[in-house]
């Protein structure tokens, strides 16, 4: 987020109780903390209580913040933490170390065959979508989008919803999960090829494509 | 012919996205990328479902734990 005091200056400023600084963390980062939480457990309401509570922690703990990480590093070390916990209460245990992705992510039939001159190359070019405005999707496109994260297996879900979405670094994503660089660059790729896919089937729907 | 055809540039997006593919397998898979015009839109379309990722609206805490929020910070802190 613009704008923001660089960490130390913040962590700084929320142990003098400046509570600025304490609002403007919260409006900047309890949105994308919502929907972290909520790829952990099972409800909606779960969901703004482990984020109430990792608010709370910090409040308590922010002494405990040393700067050896980014200070959103840490916050989002404590929401993990306490919606695994919770996940784990609710029965809804995503099991991190198993390996069931596999298997081609797109559909092995848009492929020529083994027989054809041309064996593994696309019979048909992905259709072309309708040009972006500014370089991003319409707000209708979006909202599918959002309804296609939903519909993703949990772990998928975790990892597209840490990088890409709430744009949290690489090895940071690996030690919230615990999973390892292979493992998480296996179901960033699935997660991303199953939205496009979900995105193409949409523009088809619609008759949008070309 | 580059030796990558469509069905395994599809699986090495994400891997050169991130650039974690060797200097042969990303020459590779940019010599694909330049003669295949099936595959360059593929990618695009990753990069822009990626992209708009980033771009979608976050919700917020409802305004009453917020309220409680700042109140425990007053609380604790001030």
């Known amino acids: ?210 | 012919m580059s030796p990558l055809d469509c069905r395994e540039f599809v699986e090495k997006v994400t891997s050169y996205l991130e650039g974690e593919l060797s200097t042969a397998a990303e020459q590779d898979f940019v010599d694909h990328l330049a003669l295949c015009d099936g595959c360059e839109r593929y990618l695009e379309q990753m990069c822009l479902t990626t992209a708009s990722l980033a771009d979608l609206p976050a919700d917020s805490i409802s305004t009453d734990a917020r309220s409680a929020l700042l109140n425990a910070f007053r609380a604790r802190r001030s």
């Open chain 1, 1 to 210: 987020m613009a704008g923001l005091p660089a960490d130390d200056v913040l962590a700084e400023r929320l142990r003098c109780g400046d509570q600025d600084a304490f609002a403007l963390l919260l409006d900047g980062w309890s949105g994308g903390m919502l929907r972290v939480a909520r790829s952990f457990v099972s409800t909606e309401e779960s969901a703004a209580e482990v984020v109430q509570e990792t608010w709370l922690a910090v409040i308590e703990g922010i002494e405990r913040f040393e700067g050896r990480s980014s200070l959103k590093t840490w916050v989002y070390r404590i929401l993990t933490n306490r919606a695994k916990r919770r996940g784990f209460r609710e029965h809804k245990v995503v099991p991190m170390s198993s390996v069931d992705d596999s298997g081609p992510t797109v559909d092995p039939s848009r492929f020529r065959s083994a027989g054809d001159p041309f064996p593994g190359h696309w019979w048909d070019f992905p259709p072309a979508w309708p040009s972006p405005e500014q370089g991003l999707l319409g707000g209708e496109v979006r909202e599918r989008l959002n309804e296609a994260l939903a519909e993703l297996p949990e772990r998928q879900r975790l990892v597209v919803v840490l990088r890409d979405v709430e744009g949290r670094p690489y090895d940071e994503v690996c030690e919230l999960l615990g999973i390892t660089a292979a493992n998480q660059r296996v179901l960033l790729h699935r997660a991303r090829a199953f939205l496009r896919g979900k995105l193409e089937k949409y523009y088809l729907r619609e008759g949008e494509v070309s």
